[in-house]
């Protein structure tokens, strides 16, 4: 007998896994969960957002525990869902959706070959949390929908948190929403993401959104810096460190490897191809005690290669790395002190290869190529 089910009005409580073949939603009515839990559905192992309209096909409702995830600009903890969340080398069956991996293997230890596709918001692809090491191997993802805070990785494709120390080999990350990170590495987790390629695309904002800088809240790239979008490819945060080998990494706007919300973070890219593919963006930033090591990498960038923000901030251009850019080549804002080393490499770029904005970093170049369409090296505000 075909299982359906038809909310015509108020709210339908799930309180089970439910598998259906068809499932209505009249308008005005909803689906939900039981406090403390979350609903997800998928549809032929999409994760699909829960709206009014008709659904047909293999239809699991999926009810979990939350995920409580602490950032430090909230009082209480967010609420995560994932497709796998695992923890301190355990997968946590009651807070995943094993329907929205399509296909691969997830155990405690690693993930191979996974599949996801997701149609839904601020749904989380692969959460490793806690302690211990883990693989994931040949990870395939595509999400789509608003992320909502990617200050935190709340709806990233691929996440760590903790402690845990995250390998990623031959991963193809395409995310396409406002406010929703590919890769995040946050707390005091460190990620290794070799040979693999991430496309993040603009997305739609929520109604009503205003322009804001707020931590948490800003989903588009402040105006101030000249720039537009409205989704980072990556994010680094907390104390995390973050490692790219022989990737190539891709944002359409407004900027390719971030760093936000920091305490100490380091950044390492090598042999790595770092492009805009749209018409504003950064290759990569620095904010806070961070800093930035770009070994033997290109970037292809319309705006800046690095922008390098508040406090001791730094960079290094090193090894053989070429930066080609449509306007600048680092900008530095707020820097106080910090250190810019540019070492056996080459800049392009169509006006200045360094803009200083009343701030004081310290530059070190040696040995390189720097190249200005308007013949400015340096110049200083």
Request: with cysteine.
């Amino acid at each position: 007998m075909k299982q359906f089910k038809t909310v015509s009005e108020g709210v339908f409580t799930v309180t089970e896994d439910l598998h259906l073949e068809e499932l209505n939603i009249a308008e005005g009515a909803s689906v939900a969960a039981p406090e403390g839990r979350k609903v997800t559905m998928t549809i032929g192992g999409v994760a699909t957002k829960i709206v009014p309209g008709s659904f047909q096909g293999d239809i699991v409702l999926r009810v979990t525990d939350d995920i409580p995830v602490r950032f430090f600009a909230y009082k209480e903890p967010m609420e995560y869902r994932a497709a796998a969340y695992v923890k301190d080398g355990k997968v946590q069956d009651a807070q995943s959706v094993p329907s929205a991996i399509r296909s691969g293997e997830v155990t405690g230890a690693w993930a191979k070959d996974v599949k996801i596709v997701c149609r839904d918001e601020a749904f989380n692809g692969l959460f490793i949390d806690g302690g211990g090491e883990y693989v994931i191997d040949g990870a395939d993802i595509d999400l789509e929908g608003l992320g909502g805070n990617d200050f935190n990785g709340y709806g990233a494709a691929i996440m760590s948190h903790g402690t845990a120390k995250v390998t990623v080999n031959h991963a193809n990350v395409h995310v396409r929403g406002a406010s929703r990170n590919s890769f995040f590495v946050g707390e005091n987790s460190e990620m290794t993401i070799n040979d693999s390629v991430v496309l993040n695309e603009t997305g739609i904002l929520p109604p009503g959104y205003v322009d804001n800088v707020d931590m948490g809240g800003m989903m588009r790239v402040p105006w101030m810096l000249g720039l537009r979008g409205n989704s980072r490819a990556t994010n680094l945060a907390d104390f995390g460190t973050a490692h790219y080998n022989r990737c190539h990494l891709m944002a359409e706007g407004w900027g390719v490897l971030s760093t936000d919300a920091v305490d100490r973070c380091r950044l390492y890219a090598t042999d790595c191809l770092i492009e805009v593919t749209g018409p504003s963006g950064y290759g990569a930033f620095s904010i806070g005690d961070c800093n930035d090591v770009f070994d033997h990498c290109v970037f292809n960038v319309p705006d800046y290669a690095l922008i390098q923000a508040n406090d001791n901030s730094g960079g290094e251009f090193i090894n053989g790395t070429v930066v080609n850019s449509k306007r600048f080549g680092v900008m530095s804002f707020l820097n106080q002190g910090g250190k810019l080393t540019v070492h056996d490499s080459t800049f392009n770029t169509a006006k200045a290869v360094f803009l200083i904005k009343g701030c004081t970093p310290e530059l070190d170049v040696r040995a390189s190529r720097l190249n200005s369409d308007t013949n400015t090296i340096l110049q200083l505000f």
